[in-house]
């Protein structure tokens, strides 16, 4: 049907001009792509008397439809192009600065930052809108529709992407001294508005407004008591409303338990993990989900149970599928597994002293503990065999993507931290000492009794950044991250004052399945092994001297006692020596230097400085593929929340070949390459795997062997933690999002 008459935005109708509509395509195919076929194809699918923006959002649909790189771009300037002309009357009237500053504080939107006229003017003779006309719509939805400040029920956008990235640094340096600042604002703009820093999801959405939830994620444990179980619940409940995922680890009794002295009988953990599927339930956000991983271990008699709590033939009763579990193992279990071994499960409350040991660094207390225990006919105790636990976890991981891993010894082992870790966080990156709560009063006193893990996030994003700028870009990654530590409202006393003591941050890298590309590298080979190698530890090696640069700026940590720093710890001491087989590469930093200058400066400012996150929905604001993982396909579509974007891999087109895809790689050299960046992390990495099903009988299956033999040899190449186990499937187009939405980044 040919278009006679359409309606403007005011309702009046009016006879359809083409030259308009060809003028707006022309414009927008500047990025090199025919405008005619957008066009004609956008006319084809819109009816004769239909809204200018029907027109204009079907221009950006066939743009779409063509699913490349330049024809999204194309659309990307369409989109920003209307969002412009409806925010701010068209190009020629996008505000000052200073215009946009008084608006918004009068609005209430953003926060009073107290810059002078002059600092204004210089950050308004910065800020780059062209570089909105350069992105694609993949980019610009997301940061638009997540990240920039829109009133949800009216649908009145507020920012355009770079009012948001000037924004975020303005918020994140406004309380530097005054002679620094106008320069720190400038660098850390550039470096967020250029993807070269990845910022999670509560900077984006909170930093320069009046809201400072900053948190993205928090670890949690509890003290054997109703009055620690309850104080678990409320913290799950208030860090939820701050929009942090939530790692939980509870320490309690089995069910069938004595309590006081035999007058109860215990009910075991179900019925405090459905209390706090709801805590979390009750707070789900708009742009963040409220999610929670609970963390158990090998020991618990219950462990069948709480392994099958997400399996959909579990019944009712006995099945929590609303938060996601990790499954908790060390050495020794490791060992009867491989040996083929009976393994004791025993009550928490019979053998606590064994269930601590656990989580040593030094396994040799937990094994002497085990035996004396396996001997004393008081204890009681049940046998079952290593292996059926262990497969009743990797097959519950494959079959459901929701039952992680995490090995209690090595979490505590490789590590700067001196007091004991029990848990990861929501996406099993997050690896931070905790100690639980003795009642809901505690959280809001001030001073040290429990500890709840608080980790801030980012990422700097490689193949957008060069090796030689790393090392400054990484400075003000890590400033940013501390910056808000101070910044940052916090629901509890006690986490205000053990989150500025600890200091503790997660420094990620992101984009490396297309810097790899790039650089013609395959993650299954041993020149890509060796330049992930490289990458790492310059990462490792520049965020030490970042939090050593800010520490002699600002001081160290108060609590830099409590980690290994003081007496020159680096990651290097403590990775696993069996990495060095797989790459015999020599270190290329000067380590021995920078731990002088540690030693000799009391520590860093920062408790622990790495981790590698999914970066899910951050990667796609920053137009990069995610994280550290190769890509599953060239073209995806992620969702988050209720929108979804199709993004495709940078220079998919011109670089196809060069990809290697997940599902292509060796499960052994995927291992391979999480321990080679695991050696130098402080924390631990959000590692996937990725399964291609044997359909050869018409079933999906993966070998009882196989799955061993995967799980084994991360223990031995000393991965911390698993994450998802993602399976293949027959779409070309495969829909991607991170667990429950709450740990997005």
């Known amino acids: 049907m040919s278009l006679s008459i359409i309606k403007k935005r005011n309702g009046n109708i009016e006879p359809f001009n083409p030259e308009k509509l060809n003028k707006w395509a022309e414009w927008a195919s500047e990025v090199g792509v025919d405008w005619s076929s957008v066009v004609l194809e956008a006319c084809r699918k819109c009816h004769d008397g239909c809204s200018t923006t029907d027109l204009h959002n079907a221009m950006i649909a066939a743009c779409v439809d063509q699913e490349t790189t330049q024809h999204l771009k194309m659309a990307g300037r369409l989109y920003i192009g209307a969002l412009i ?192 599927q709801a805590a979390v339930g009750a707070n789900l956000q708009s742009s963040r989900g409220g999610a929670m991983t609970m963390h158990y271990n090998a020991l618990d008699p219950e462990i069948m149970d709480l392994l099958s709590l997400k399996n959909v033939q579990t019944v009712e009763q006995k099945r929590i599928k609303d938060i996601d579990y990790s499954f908790g193992f060390n050495e020794e279990f490791a060992r009867r597994v491989a040996k083929n071994e009976t393994w004791m499960l025993v009550d928490y409350g019979d053998a606590p002293e064994l269930y601590e040991a656990m989580y040593d660094p030094d396994q040799s207390k937990f094994v002497d503990l085990y035996k004396q225990i396996e001997s004393n006919p008081l204890v009681k105790k049940e046998f079952v065999n290593a292996r059926d636990i262990a497969l009743k976890a990797l097959k519950e991981g494959v079959e459901t993507g929701r039952i992680y891993l995490h090995r209690t010894d090595e979490l505590n082992r490789h590590t700067p931290f001196k007091d004991k870790i029990y848990s990861s966080n929501l996406c099993q990156e997050i690896a931070l000492p905790t100690k639980g709560y003795n009642s809901v009063a505690e959280l809001y006193e001030s001073g040290e009794s429990g500890e709840i893990g608080l980790c801030s996030l980012g990422a700097i994003v490689a193949g957008n950044t060069t090796h030689e700028e790393w090392e400054d870009v990484a400075y003000y990654a890590v400033l940013m991250i501390d910056n808000v530590i101070e910044l940052m409202d916090y629901p509890f006393n006690q986490l205000e004052y053990t989150a500025k003591a600890r200091r503790s941050i997660g420094v990620g890298i992101t984009n490396l399945a297309y810097d790899m590309a790039n650089r013609g590298l395959k993650y299954s080979s041993v020149s890509g092994k060796r330049y992930i190698h490289k990458l790492a530890e310059m990462h490792s090696y520049y965020l030490h001297k970042a939090s050593l640069r800010l520490a002699k700026e600002r001081g160290v940590c108060d609590w830099i006692h409590k980690t290994k720093y003081p007496e020159g710890w680096l990651p290097i001491d403590t990775a696993n020596k069996v990495i060095n087989t797989i790459v015999d590469q020599p270190l290329l930093c000067d380590w021995e230097t920078l731990r002088k200058d540690i030693i000799a400066n009391g520590g860093i400012r920062n408790s622990v400085l790495e981790a590698f996150m999914p970066n899910e929905s951050s990667s796609v604001a920053t137009g990069g593929t995610n994280s550290i993982y190769p890509i599953r396909s060239l073209k995806v579509i992620k969702t988050s929340g209720t929108n979804k974007n199709l993004f495709i891999a940078p220079k998919a087109e011109e670089m196809k070949w060069d990809y290697e895809l997940a599902w292509d790689i060796p499960t052994t050299d995927l291992i391979e390459m999480y321990a080679i960046v695991q050696k130098f992390t402080g924390q631990a990495i959000s590692a996937d795997l990725y399964v291609t099903y044997n359909n050869s009988v018409g079933e999906k299956s993966i070998g009882a062997k196989e799955l061993l033999t995967q799980f084994l040899y991360m223990v031995k190449m000393g991965l911390k933690t698993r994450y998802y186990v993602n399976s293949s499937t027959s779409v070309s187009l495969e829909e991607s999002k991170c667990s429950s939405g709450g740990c997005t980044l």
Not at 205 to 223: E, F, R, W
């Open 85 to 276: 002309k409806e925010t701010f009357g068209g190009l020629g009237n996008i505000p000052s600065l200073q215009e946009m500053y008084e608006k918004m504080v009068g609005l209430g939107l953003w926060a009073p930052m107290n810059y002078t006229e002059d600092e204004l003017s210089w950050f308004n003779s910065v800020i780059d809108h062209s570089r909105d006309f350069n992105t694609s719509l993949t980019e610009l939805k997301q940061i638009t529709e997540k990240y920039a400040i829109v009133d949800r029920v009216s649908k009145v956008v507020y920012e355009t992407p770079q009012f948001v990235y000037m924004r975020m640094a303005m918020g994140n340096m406004a309380q530097m001294p005054i002679e620094r600042r106008k320069h720190d604002v400038v660098k850390l703009y550039n470096y967020l508005s250029l993807k070269k820093i990845n910022a999670p999801t509560p900077f984006s959405i909170n930093l320069g407004t009046p809201k400072k939830q900053y948190a993205s994620c928090c670890v949690t444990t509890t003290n054997d008591t109703a009055a620690s179980l309850a104080a678990a619940d409320h913290i799950a409940y208030m860090m939820t409303c701050a929009s942090a995922g939530i790692g939980a680890h509870i320490k309690t009794r089995s069910r069938g338990a004595k309590v006081r002295q035999g007058a109860i009988m215990h009910l075991g953990k179900l019925p405090y993990y459905k209390v706090a």
